[in-house]
């Protein structure tokens, strides 16, 4: 087995951010994060040499770890602000729960897939984010009632709609972040609650992301 020579993780963080910026990802805040985040801890075992690349990793269950400039594309849409309650839907690795509460967010994650769920509160726990991120194995298009309104919605994958369920959940002035099938293509959408109830859909960029499919908590 060859070992790395000391420094070596550094030059691969800064090789790794620097791909982001070369991807057109300017946003500081989610950088320093991404910088502060190891990606490598939440992938499987067997793809970790793929972390630091911007490709997407295989998780179980068939879904994947999205590829980190797509990440960062949508993370940095949410213009999110330290305290913010963040809702996510699509836990998948956890690594973006970590990214989000490394910007200073409160997470509240969910998974359908029990096997997913499982692993991703397991790299969770002793990452220094735990206590930040509430993780359910639950349907997230249908979150609880009880948990109120959120600041912010991230939707890790492709819907056909923005689901209703969660456009209640928004607060006044807040934004949620996920991608709609337009045309044959995926894009980023952002829609926005006005101080009136009212919501603003703006249209984004492509991006590479997989369907997510509203239904029951899966017990696999």
Do not use: W
């Amino acid at each position: 087995m060859n070992e790395e020579a000391p420094g070596n993780e550094g030059e691969r963080t800064v090789a790794f951010l620097l791909s982001l910026r070369a991807q057109g990802v300017r946003d500081l805040t989610v950088l320093r994060a991404m910088e502060r985040v190891p990606r490598e801890r939440f992938a499987p075992t067997r793809f970790a040499d793929l972390a630091r690349q911007d490709v997407s990793v295989p998780l179980a269950c068939g879904q994947t770890m999205t590829a980190p400039h797509t990440v960062a594309n949508l993370v940095s849409a949410l213009e999110l602000q330290p305290s913010a309650r963040v809702l996510e839907v699509g836990t998948g690795s956890g690594y973006v729960s970590a990214l989000l509460a490394a910007m200073g967010g409160e997470v509240v994650s969910f998974e359908r897939y029990r096997t997913l769920a499982l692993a991703a509160h397991e790299r969770i726990g002793g990452s220094g984010y735990e206590k930040a991120i509430d993780l359910r194995h639950a349907d997230g298009f249908q979150p609880d009632r009880t948990l109120g309104r959120f600041d912010r919605i991230l939707v890790n994958g492709v819907t056909q709609t923005v689901p209703e369920a969660l456009l209640a959940r928004l607060s006044p002035g807040g934004r949620l972040v996920g991608a709609l099938r337009v045309e044959g293509a995926s894009r980023r959408v952002v829609v926005t609650r006005t101080a009136e109830g009212a919501f603003d859909h703006a249209l984004g960029p492509v991006l590479r992301l997989p369907p997510l499919i509203p239904g029951l908590a899966r017990a696999l």
